[in-house]
T-cell receptor, first 115, second 113 residues
Framework: DAGVTQSPTHLIKTRGQQVTLRCSPKSGHDTVSWYQQALGQGPQFIFQYYEEEERQRGNFPDRFSGHQFPNYSSELNVNALLLGDSALYLC??????????????FGPGTRLTVL | QKEVEQNSGPLSVPEGAIASLNCTYS??????FFWYRQYSGKSPELIMFIYSNGDKEDGRFTAQLNKASQYVSLLIRDSQPSDSATYLC?????????????FGAGTRLAVHP
């Protein structure tokens, strides 16, 4: 049973650049949530996708955008990168249609460093 | 006041002891509660979830929920050095018609031989 996968593992960018992170949910899951985790902090909710639509959004600027594809995989895009965007970006999947949308399983994360 | 509060620790316990991790939350409407374990440099791993008041046991782990007092705890029996990690508490918050997970900052547990 394939778990949640994310790519790339690590990424180094410079200020002002744009980045795209990718996530494939656990087999059988239909919902993808994205989180940002700064060092020493808990994950902060960015947004959630279900049925290819953004269902909810946390307190993140419009520079953060996303997409969900028909196969349930998802992308997170961040434009105009700032130094403060350096963090571990986590994707979590869940099975909303099965009534277990709250139970989320995390991927290994993408470590983004902005120089 | 943070929505989900945890003592940052470190909580240091000897091997074989019971580790008790606590979490309080502010939203009385929260319905689902989760404990995740996160090793340094890794992603969070789901340990347990609990929805109803009382205790829920899974192996060496017991989650306790008291909605009236708005706290949830995790007990780890027979603690092992491999349990040394940061433990994240997460609760759901209903907003805009949907639930979303709100995390605490985590409690660092150190189990020493």
């Amino acid at each position: 049973d394939a778990g949640v996968t994310q790519s790339p593992t690590h990424l180094i960018k410079t200020r002002g650049q744009q980045v795209t992170l990718r996530c494939s949910p656990k087999s059988g899951h239909d919902t993808v949530s994205w989180y940002q985790q700064a060092l020493g902090q808990g994950p902060q909710f960015i947004f959630q996708y279900y049925e290819e639509e953004e269902r909810q959004r946390g307190n993140f600027p419009d520079r953060f955008s996303g997409h969900q594809f028909p196969n349930y995989s998802s992308e997170l895009n961040v434009n105009a990168l700032l130094l403060g965007d350096s963090a571990l970006y986590l994707c979590a999947s869940s099975y909303l249609s099965g009534g277990a949308g709250d139970t989320q399983y995390f991927g290994p994360g993408t470590r983004l460093t902005v120089l | 006041q943070k929505e989900v509060e945890q003592n940052s620790g470190p909580l240091s316990v000897p091997e074989g002891a019971i580790a008790s991790l606590n979490c309080t939350y502010s939203d009385r409407g929260s319905q689902s509660f989760f404990w995740y374990r996160q090793y340094s440099g890794k992603s969070p791993e789901l340990i347990m979830f609990i929805y109803s008041n009382g205790d829920k046991e899974d192996g060496r782990f017991t989650a306790q929920l008291n909605k009236a007092s708005q706290y949830v705890s995790l007990l780890i029996r027979d603690s092992q050095p491999s349990d040394s990690a940061t433990y994240l508490c997460a609760v759901t918050r209903f907003s805009g018609g949907y639930n979303k997970l709100i995390f605490g900052a985590g409690t660092r547990l150190a189990v020493h031989p």
